[in-house]
């Protein structure tokens, strides 16, 4: 697998004001230019899990999977997901009676979310990977050396050797695509150098930072969203004049002419 980096620079002048909302958990990906850029690289899947969910921005943004996990080891963060999302306390069902509730719900998006360490969480779903179509967004504490005071700011940090693990783990897997963000750092350099990178400035409360997204797959030639298509703000909203116009026009053809057009894509 070669290793493309892509270095893409959004974020400060098309911040919104509503933005300070956004960024209030520690390290949230909320802000504007960032959970555009993660989205944006996000192919089609069924079962969508965040192992470190915090508030959960990218699930909050993007279009609805067939089934959410939202796993967080911070009790506290796990309550704000319950009262954010309407979902479901992992905790109160068994694998089989996830099992069967998706079977139940196959017209409409479930949301369960987990207290768990990450691995357990994985560990307790990873027998769905077989068939479901899955993605797995890990957005852990990052290194202690990443960061540029080097200080601890989360409840339940990770060690170095809990990252290794947790990377260890994501490679295991064999039938999943997985995407995993970080600053720059020897450690993830390192165990995923072989693996997709793209660089991206994301808005903290201390200005700007440069943030590594890792993926075990190759660009996706299809989105599971396509709300926020675009390098940047502007291109974004360039992208979206096109498919307004396109549509618009596509809309006054006759049905017949639709019927031909589709019929050739």
């Not at 769905?128 to 957005?139: H, L, P």
């Not at 200080?151 to 490679?171: A, G, P, S």
Request: charged share 25%; with cysteine; net charge positive.
């Amino acid at each position: 697998m070669t290793a493309p980096i892509t270095k893409i620079i959004d974020a400060g002048p098309h911040q919104k004001k509503n933005d300070s909302a956004r960024l209030s958990y520690y390290g949230g990906k909320g802000s504007d230019g960032t959970f555009q850029k993660i989205i944006n690289q996000i192919p089609p899947h069924e079962m969508f899990i965040e192992t470190h969910a915090g508030l959960a921005r990218i699930t909050e943004f993007k279009k609805p999977s067939r089934v959410t996990i939202l796993n967080d080891i911070d009790p506290d963060t796990v309550q704000k997901l319950k009262q954010k999302f309407n979902c479901l306390n992992g905790d109160d069902y068994t694998r089989n009676d996830i099992n069967d509730l998706i079977n139940e719900h196959k017209n409409s998006p479930l949301i369960f979310v987990e207290n768990l360490d990450a691995e357990y969480c994985l560990v307790k779903y990873e027998s769905f990977f077989t068939y479901f179509n899955t993605v797995i967004y890990s957005d852990p504490p990052y290194p202690l050396k990443s960061r540029k005071k080097q200080r601890k700011v989360y409840k339940n940090e990770m060690t170095d050797l809990q990252h290794i693990e947790l990377i260890k783990m994501l490679k295991s897997y064999q039938n999943i695509k997985f995407l995993i963000s970080t600053y720059p750092n020897s450690i993830y350099q390192e165990m995923l150098k072989n693996y997709r990178m793209i660089e991206y400035y994301s808005q903290t409360r201390k200005g700007l930072a440069l943030e590594n997204l890792y993926m075990n797959y190759e660009g996706p030639n299809q989105l599971h969203d396509y709300s926020f298509l675009g390098n940047d703000f502007r291109e974004r909203e360039k992208f979206k004049a096109y498919a307004d116009n396109f549509l618009r026009k596509f809309r006054e053809f006759p049905q017949l002419l639709q019927q031909k057009i589709l019929s050739e894509l």
